[in-house]
């Protein structure tokens, strides 16, 4: 690291003797970028005062302003490839920005917009009679519980046994097969897991059935592929060692299974399957196709239309009451509630993995 | 995972234990289950879209026929998702760089996480915040883009008042599959051998160079896989779309008009509640070929991703 680090004249350090080219040419100085950014925030906030431009704007000329000088400078000084890769830098950085704008509005939104009715009374009544203002979405919570906790019930067994089976037994093409259209089925639009659900409803228990537990199997549908591909993962980085010793000490495989490869993975699989509950916490489509929507609490999944959070929500905001604000508030608190619940579900496995996972090997 | 093969073979040797031959029952079993579940899908789908196949074509709503009533979906379904992936798939990949390759480690580790927590935020929020936010604040630049460029047929307009369009459908679906783009490209750029770019590093690259010879290279099929699986969400997502984009059917490339063509997903979503009959049936034929276009997508998708783990195994 011979090169000179202070702002070099170009005649002293980079300009050799008889016009021959240099092997060495200069540096930036250590606060060029955060210099030019600098300059180039105060013209564009001049060009923005003169023109009249808004907050927007201001930023978008700040960064080509920015791109357009550090490369510059350092094409003078540094040369055509250190600019480009600056130039480039500048870019990264900028898109980065650029998408993490509409990301930090979305959560900012929902939480100014979602605290006003953020109350007690949301949380303990349901809507049954109310018109204009109160109400709440005790039912619609309810509900998502119910539906969630039934999908989870049937999803993790299944899911998990099929894992085990990828994982410990199969070895063939139904096992190749298996893999494939799992992976398929990570895809399914949830519409359409809401409209099977729907016909297979329709065609046993007659045309129409619209109950919770028809939520919970479109629910099922598009959790089981995510708790199979995140049980598999975790299975298969059980170390073979473990199920060796166990085979050797004469224990059977179904044993072996269940006493000593589930409990090494146990923390992984729970991250997993915590993930899968927090996907479909929140869907709206397949619960609205398949569970419909009420006023009042419903805690039979067997019978009758249930409220859930998300279709609660919808609902609110597509058919509000009379007096629009109260019903719009009240989506807004839904979609927070819901959220919330996402990230707690989020921030549950994330510990979990953190807390009980074995130590990485390397 | 060979050595459990064996370890398997050796017990079944020994003696062959009921227990034994039941779990494997019961774990083949829901595996097999799962294939059912697939194709019963497809199956009750078709068995209930069928008296639609069937219907004269004056009982299919807008009495034109089911072609004519799927088509323009299709059409609306496909130009929100591409136009969704042509903007969110170059940005996916600058952030994808962004984080692995930019930003301070400490830093990128925590953006990594906030990443999979977007990829999670349920899709009726998206909705509700294009709706409140987002389309107020496209009307702007739709006009400015109707008055400057309006001689290309995209932008013909006339603008819309309410801005939700079909270009803030397209800007907040790009929103919600950034993350998960940004998620499968990141996991793979992640995975770029240390030992390239260093040597790349070694010789003088500069960081670009770098990029461009050791981790595009090595992240270029996991792009192009990452796309497809956002594709697949796109083509699926309904309540965003319900919600923002004010739909009135037809067949346009006219993206910020006030009159723009529906998605599936989205008029399932909108009509379902209050239809009966062959508008039912009508609806579920709709949702069986959104069924099969994303079917085709992600088996693009996953055909890209396991050639790739076939040929970095082999390396």
């Known amino acids: 690291m011979s090169t000179t680090t202070s702002p070099p004249t170009p005649t002293e350090s980079v300009e050799p003797p008889n016009g021959t080219k240099s092997l060495v040419r200069g540096t930036l100085p250590r606060w060029a970028s955060w210099g030019v950014l600098g300059a180039a925030a105060v013209l564009a906030a001049l060009i923005a005062r003169l023109l009249g431009f808004g907050v927007a704007p201001f930023v978008l000329l700040t960064a080509v302003l920015y791109a357009v000088g550090i490369s510059g400078w350092s094409r003078w000084i540094e040369g055509g490839r250190k600019a480009t890769d600056r130039a480039f830098t500048a870019v990264v950085t900028s898109a980065f920005l650029l998408a993490l704008t ?57 899911g998990l046994a099929t894992a085990i089976y990828l994982v410990e037994y199969g070895h063939g093409r139904l096992a190749r097969a298996i893999t494939f259209f799992v992976d398929v089925m990570t895809g399914i639009p949830s519409i359409v897991a809401g409209l099977f659900a729907y016909a297979l409803f329709a065609l046993v228990f007659g045309p129409g059935t619209v109950n919770g537990f028809a939520g919970a199997v479109a629910l099922s549908v598009l959790m089981i592929p995510i708790v199979v591909r995140s049980s598999e993962e975790m299975l298969k980085i059980v170390p073979d060692d473990l199920r060796e010793a166990a085979f050797a000490l004469g224990t059977p495989k179904w044993k072996v299974v269940l006493r000593v490869v589930l409990p090494t993975a146990v923390a992984g699989i729970s991250t997993g399957v915590t993930l899968a509950i927090a996907r479909v916490v929140g869907e709206t489509a397949p619960l609205l196709i398949a569970t419909g929507a009420t006023g009042s609490t419903n805690l039979n999944p067997f019978s009758g239309q249930m409220a859930t959070l998300s279709v609660f929500s919808y609902y609110e905001y597509a058919s509000p009451g009379v007096p629009i604000d109260p019903s719009l508030d009240r989506a807004w608190t839904a979609a927070l509630t819901l959220m919330l619940i996402v990230m707690v579900l989020n921030l549950v496995a994330r510990s979990i993995s953190l807390l009980f996972a074995p130590k990485a090997g390397r | 995972m060979s050595n459990t093969g064996q370890g398997a073979a050796t017990a079944r040797r020994v003696r062959k234990r009921p227990a034994d031959q039941a779990f494997r029952g019961i774990t083949t ?15 009750f789908l078709l068995i209930e879209a069928w008296p639609s196949f069937v219907a004269p074509a004056e009982e299919i709503p807008g009495e034109g026929g089911l072609v004519l009533y799927i088509w323009p979906l299709v059409f609306g379904t496909l130009l929100a998702s591409v136009l969704a992936l042509v ?34 935020v349920p899709s009726i929020i998206y909705g509700l915040w294009g709706f409140t936010v987002l389309a107020p604040a496209t009307r702007g630049p739709a006009e400015w883009l109707h008055e400057y460029l309006g001689f290309i047929p995209l932008f013909a307009g006339p603008p819309s008042t309410t801005g939700r369009t079909m270009l803030t459908t397209a800007l907040v679906l790009a929103v919600m599959i950034l993350p998960i783009v940004t998620a499968v490209i990141r996991e793979a750029f992640l995975q770029t051998p240390k030992l390239h770019e260093e040597a790349s590093l070694a010789l003088g690259a500069t960081r670009l160079e770098m990029i461009r010879m050791a981790v595009l290279p090595f992240g270029s099929s996991s792009i192009i896989s990452g796309s497809m699986l956002g594709l697949g969400r796109a083509l699926g997502e309904t309540m965003a779309v319900a919600i923002v984009l004010s739909a009135s059917g037809g067949v346009t490339f006219n993206l910020i008009s006030s009159g723009n063509p529906a998605t599936i997903a989205a008029n399932i979503a909108l009509e379902f509640p209050e239809s009966s009959g062959v508008a039912i049936d009508t609806l579920i034929a709709s949702g069986l070929v959104l069924f099969a276009i994303t079917l085709v997508v992600n088996m693009i998708a996953r055909a890209v991703i396991n050639r790739r783990t076939d040929f970095s195994g082999a390396s």
């Open chain 2, 29 to 43: 079993g829901a595996g097999v289950l799962i294939l059912v579940v697939l194709a019963g899908v497809a199956a």
């Open chain 1, 102 to 158: 509409p990301l930090v509005s979305v959560v900012v939104t929902v939480i100014s917009k979602g605290l006003d009715r953020f109350d007690g009374r949301f949380f303990t009544y349901s809507m049954r009679g109310v018109v204009g203002d109160g109400g709440g979405a005790y039912h619609a919570i309810m509900g998502t519980l119910i539906t969630s906790g039934l999908a989870t019930l049937m999803s993790v067994p299944i």
């Open chain 2, 87 to 120: 903007i969110a798939a170059p940005l996916a990949v600058l952030i994808a760089l962004f984080i692995t390759h930019y930003a301070p480690r400490k830093l990128a580790q925590f953006l990594g996480y906030v990443v999979d927590l977007l990829a999670a």
